[in-house]
């Protein structure tokens, strides 16, 4: 981020006469235990703060002037929490909505992803990162963001590289850098000529070696595409600092990283942490980073290495531990007041010095419209029929008893359970949607603008169960397509019509019925909601198939649905 212009001089004659008792600071924080995260230690004390950034450790209070005082009451204080690596418009809030839900769980700086609202936005992507960024400095978290790396033309990620708060670019699509693709190379000369980060995908499950090492030697900063022990080895050796990830329908994922961290002896100093995705479910019923350094703790990293992987780490990954990660002068006051260092309670969160959430509520309001980045729904699925969503067998055995179709598992994302070919019961030359005694959803992928013969993915779905009626969702980032589970044809071809006719949104019907809606407005890929909005909307379609008869655990639908786009995109199941 760019230096704002301001008077240094009368900056550091201010600090020199606070710290000589001759004016006043803004807030002393007494009667903490400061962790250390530097020494790995922790001592008790006391904290000045001045200009939003603190300006003493344990100042003499028989000299020290301060405006307000604020009694610590023995808490541990910690640096702000830091998210790694986060897509903060995957997870359908716009950028208010988000902090109402994270800021309270000691989060006080993301560096964030912006590809797939912009890639949404298609020719408006210049216009969709400008209303993105609007009025960020009022936000209760710090962003750093990272103009598209992929999923967007070249000439909006170099528009895009001249914003505030922008700091590099955001991570390739392996696909295609793999391939010596022309706009990969501009996006990494233009951000390598003006010395930004470039946040790693690597690749891993996908590439040969030879072109594993094409990322690090053109300057990638980071890497978080690491799914097991020999992912992590492989990693540090080419010289990343990589990020343990924790999101949506990956719950498993973090607990085999870390594990394999304590079982082999990583050295922490490696490692950040990270969400990845994350749905506002999730931050709202079990937490953000919070959740994920206490989980680590649960694993068997020390509470100090794990607090230091979500603070300290990552601000010297990003060469801003002079800013952030510690609490010491010169850095921003950014601190979490809790009462367990190995189980994260944040009780007091302040950022610049100002608290902004006590008792997991946030207590600063902030107030961005965003609603000039609505738009309108432009349908493709007029011609849609109800025979293009049913299951084609890729072979059919010679009694024709037995089918081999497509099963897709929404925790299988990221490796190689995420879709099999499996051979299922067939009746009267029809499917029957099981497998190994447990009954299964159909899911239908569906290509919203078809040019020509319509692209249709279908097959049957692990994550959703839907006795009757239909759930739909729409992403339009990189390519605008539906996803739709039912067990009929025809209820699922309405359902995805009626999807059609947002911008994006989710939907659940019957009997050709419309039961629940939530319109995604922005681009078709955030809702213009608040926090508690949003997630009313999202328990509205989990009720409403509950009322039907189907039962769902864990993620909302809408988040669950919404994350295979990552996995369809992955393993090249659109166009």
Not at 59 to 75: C, S
Not at 446 to 459: L, S
């Amino acid at each position: 981020m760019k230096q704002k212009e301001t008077n240094h001089l009368e900056k550091v004659r201010d600090i020199y006469e606070i710290l000589n008792g001759r004016k006043e600071a803004d807030l002393l924080i007494k009667n903490v235990n400061i962790l250390d995260v530097h020494g790995e230690t922790v001592y008790q004390g006391s904290l000045l703060i001045y200009d939003k950034r603190i300006v003493a450790l344990n100042p003499d209070e028989t000299i020290a002037k301060v405006k307000d005082v604020f009694d610590g009451q023995g808490l541990y204080a910690i640096p702000g929490l830091i998210d790694a690596h986060l897509h903060f418009e995957s997870q359908l809030a716009h950028p208010v909505a988000l902090g109402e839900a994270m800021v309270p769980n000691g989060t006080t700086t993301i560096f964030a992803e912006t590809l797939d609202l912009l890639s949404a936005a298609g020719e408006d992507g210049v216009k969709a990162a400008q209303g993105l960024f609007r009025d960020y400095e009022k936000l209760p978290y710090r962003l750093f963001a990272f103009a598209p790396g992929k999923k967007v033309a070249a000439s909006v990620t170099k528009e895009v590289l001249e914003m505030e708060p922008v700091i590099g670019l955001g991570e390739f699509e392996h696909f295609t850098y793999s391939k010596g693709d022309e706009d990969d190379f501009q996006k990494a000369s233009w951000v390598r000529e003006k010395g930004g980060f470039m946040n790693g995908h690597w690749g891993l499950t996908a590439l040969p070696d030879m072109i594993l090492n094409y990322l690090p030697a053109i300057g990638t900063s980071n890497n978080h595409d690491v799914w097991n022990a020999d992912d992590i080895e492989k990693s540090i050796r080419y010289g990343f600092p990589t990020q343990i990830k924790f999101g949506v329908g990956s719950s498993e994922v973090i607990k085999t990283l870390l594990r394999a961290i304590v079982d082999r002896k990583f050295p922490t100093d490696n490692f950040m942490l990270c969400t990845d995705n994350i749905s506002i479910e999730r931050l709202l019923k079990m937490g953000h980073m919070d959740w994920i350094i206490s989980l680590c703790t649960e694993m068997g990293i020390s509470p100090i290495k794990a607090i230091k992987m979500a603070t300290l780490n990552t601000a010297k990954s990003y060469n801003m531990e002079n800013q952030i990660g510690s609490l010491t002068p010169g850095r921003f006051a950014d601190i979490v007041l809790t009462d367990s260092l190995s189980k994260i309670n944040p009780l007091y969160v302040f950022k610049d010095g100002e608290l902004i959430a006590k008792d997991k509520k946030i207590l600063k309001k902030v107030e961005i419209d965003y609603s000039s980045m609505c738009t309108k729904g432009v349908p493709g699925l007029n011609d849609l029929t109800p025979s293009e969503l049913d299951i084609v067998p890729f072979e059919v055995s010679e009694d024709g008893t037995k089918a081999k179709v497509y099963l897709f598992d929404v925790y299988g994302r990221g490796h190689e359970k995420f879709h099999q070919e499996i051979w299922v019961p067939m009746v009267n030359g029809k499917i029957v949607p099981e497998y190994q005694g447990e009954k299964f959803s159909r899911l239908s992928v569906i290509q919203r603008y078809a040019d020509g013969k319509r692209h249709v993915v279908n097959g049957l779905f692990k994550g959703v169960y839907v006795e009757q009626g239909a759930v739909a969702t729409f992403w339009s980032a990189p390519s605008p397509y539906f996803v739709v589970v039912g067990q009929e044809s025809d209820e699922m071809c309405f359902c995805a019509k009626e999807v059609d006719k947002y911008s994006g949104g989710c939907i659940v019907t019957v009997d050709k019925a419309i039961k629940s809606v939530m319109p995604l407005e922005i681009y078709g890929a955030m809702a213009n909601m608040t926090v508690d909005e949003l997630t009313k909307s999202a328990d509205a379609i989990d009720v409403a198939l509950e009322e039907m008869g189907n039962h769902n655990e864990g993620e909302p639908v809408v988040n669950k649905l919404l994350s295979l786009f990552i996995s369809l995109h992955r393993f090249r199941l659109m166009k």
